[in-house]
Nanobody, 124 residues
Framework: VQLQASGGGTVQAGGSLSLHCEAS????????VGWFRQAPGKEREFVAV???????LYADSVKGRFTVTRDNAKNTVYLQMNSLKPEDTAVYSC???????????????????WGQGTLVTVSS
């Protein structure tokens, strides 16, 4: 499984960006896809996840501002980011797993496949 993340860029605080994560697998609908981010000098942190059944989970820091959706026909997961803050600045990566442990969806170690990151910069 190969994942390709795109859509990063520079935006002013309060603005919006939409990230895309496209997968190269025919059984994409069976995969859970998570978004993680890593800011300079900080550890990677969980952002959001959408399960194979489209159930979602968000980090408290982005809840109400970010929305994760999927289009299985396009093998793509989207992360719509609104009301962006300078502290959202990070490299955002998508990851996928098929036999995911429900209780560990926030843990990056439980994902099997990773895409390259895309940089999001939010200026104040």
């Amino acid at each position: 499984v190969q994942l390709q993340a795109s859509g990063g860029g520079t935006v002013q605080a309060g603005g919006s960006l939409s990230l895309h994560c496209e997968a190269s697998v025919s059984t994409f609908s069976a995969y859970t896809v998570g978004w993680f981010r890593q800011a300079p000098g900080k550890e990677r942190e969980f952002v959001a996840v959408i399960r194979y059944n489209s159930n979602t989970l968000y980090a408290d820091s982005v809840k109400g501002r970010f929305t994760v959706t999927r289009d299985n026909a396009k093998n793509t997961v989207y992360l719509q980011m609104n009301s962006l803050k300078p502290e959202d600045t990070a490299v955002y990566s998508c990851a996928a797993c098929r036999s995911c442990i429900l209780s560990s969806l926030r843990n990056s170690r439980h994902y099997d496949y990773w895409g390259q990151g895309t940089l999001v910069t939010v200026s104040s």
